[in-house]
C-alpha cells in the first residue's frame, strides 16, 4: 500500500502511475513534495529535484525518504508574486532545477497561490523537459487546475493532454512525437 491519500498528498493511484513514470525517467522535478518524493526518488535510479514551500511537507518528504531508503534534493524556497494573478517559486531558485526534465510532477503549490497556481509550471519548466519528457499534473478535475491545462493547451500545443482514469484526474501532457504510442492510463 502507498502513503497517498487526503488534502494534501495524490491518491495511491496517482503515485502508482507516478512510480511507473519515475522508474523510466533519470531526471525528475516535483512542484511539491511529501510522499510524492519518496515515491519518485525509490522508483527511479536517476535524480530527484522537488521545489515546496511548506516547512511541514519538507518534514513530510524527508521522513517518507528515510523510510524508503531514497534520496532527493529538496529546494526549500517561498513562493513571491509572479504575475497580478498567481504566486509562484522564485525565478532565480529555478536555477536549480536541472534542464532536460524527464519527469514533472505538478502537485504544488497549493489553491491558496492564485486563480491558477500551478500554470506557471508551463512557460516556467516546460521548455526544461527532455525531448521525450512527460508531465503529469495531479488533481486535473478541479477547477484551477482545468484553467491552466486549457492554458497549456493553448500554449504549448505539442503537448497532447492525456486525461487518465485516477481518482484525482491526473492528466498527462505527452508530447505529441509520441503520438503513435497506446495510452491506457
Request: proline residues 6%.
Amino acid at each position: 500500500m502507498l502513503p497517498g491519500g487526503g488534502n494534501f498528498y495524490p491518491e495511491e493511484d496517482v503515485l502508482m502511475l507516478l512510480a511507473e513514470k519515475a522508474a523510466a525517467s533519470s531526471e525528475i522535478v516535483l512542484c511539491g513534495g511529501g510522499t510524492a518524493a519518496a515515491v519518485a526518488a525509490k522508483a527511479t535510479s536517476g535524480r530527484v529535484t522537488i521545489l515546496e514551500t511548506c516547512a511541514r511537507m519538507i518534514q513530510v518528504s524527508e521522513r517518507w525518504l528515510d523510510i524508503v531508503g531514497a534520496e532527493a534534493c529538496i529546494i526549500e524556497t517561498d513562493l513571491e508574486e509572479y504575475d497580478k494573478h498567481n504566486m509562484w517559486y522564485p525565478r532565480h531558485v529555478l536555477n536549480r532545477v536541472p534542464n532536460h526534465v524527464d519527469l514533472l510532477f505538478i502537485d504544488g503549490p497549493g489553491h491558496f497561490a492564485g486563480r491558477m497556481p500551478r500554470w506557471p509550471a508551463g512557460p516556467e519548466l516546460f521548455p526544461r523537459l527532455a525531448p521525450s519528457g512527460i508531465v503529469l499534473l495531479d488533481d486535473g478535475r478541479r477547477v484551477k487546475e482545468k484553467k491552466a491545462l486549457k492554458r497549456w493547451a493553448e500554449d504549448f500545443p505539442s503537448l497532447r493532454q492525456v486525461k487518465t482514469k485516477t481518482s484525482g484526474g491526473a492528466v498527462l501532457l505527452i508530447p505529441e512525437e509520441r503520438r503513435g504510442q497506446k495510452c491506457t492510463y
